[in-house]
């Protein structure tokens, strides 16, 4: 069904959700570039209240948060219930934070058996074991020079070489002299 004007929207709140509807209409109307349905259904999406936008869901939480910053957020940013209450997404009870620091307000004071423990270091070794330093590679100095003379750009010559052109910055950087102009 294609909306063409937007009508209110009004809620129909199946997991009691504590918010404010006239917020939430204004979010869900911020983040949706075309009109949408005059109806919107709020449900339990994992384990947080939630709204489908034009077949995407998003949670109510971060939707609101996003509207009241004007932006959106990325992905190591949380919202955090102040209250550990999941269904409150009331702007009082809503902040964002960064990252680790969000988890570990979660686990503060917690004690964790040791089995749990040793659950955790197996993860994290395999999750480790799955990143793989790159090798350092051989540039040829003189070519580098050469190259950089010709006055060939860093990505062709990373292409040249066959490595990102985070290397080439990289010599360069090592080696100031491949920039000097030789007459």
């Not at 010559?157 to 080696?175: M, S």
Request: with cysteine; hydrophobic share 35%.
């Amino acid at each position: 069904m294609t909306v063409k004007h937007q009508k209110p929207i009004s809620f129909i709140n199946t997991c009691n959700c504590i918010v404010d509807e006239s917020e939430l209409e204004k979010a869900i109307l911020w983040y949706s570039e075309k009109p949408v349905l005059g109806t919107k259904k709020i449900f339990i999406h994992g384990e947080y209240p939630a709204v489908s936008i034009h077949k995407e869901k998003i949670h109510v939480h971060r939707l609101l948060m996003m509207y009241w910053m004007r932006r959106k957020l990325s992905s190591n940013e949380y919202v955090h219930h102040l209250n550990h209450e999941k269904l409150c997404a009331l702007q009082s009870n809503l902040s964002v934070m960064i990252g680790p620091g969000h988890q570990s307000l979660h686990n503060k004071g917690k004690k964790f058996s040791s089995e749990h423990r040793r659950k955790i270091s197996e993860a994290n070794r395999a999750r480790s074991g799955k990143v793989k330093l790159k090798k350092r590679r051989k540039i040829p100095i003189n070519e580098l020079k050469t190259l950089l003379s010709e006055g060939k750009s860093i990505n062709f010559i990373a292409k040249h070489f066959g490595v990102d052109w985070t290397t080439i910055k990289q010599r360069i950087n090592e080696n100031p002299e491949l920039l000097e102009v030789s007459e």
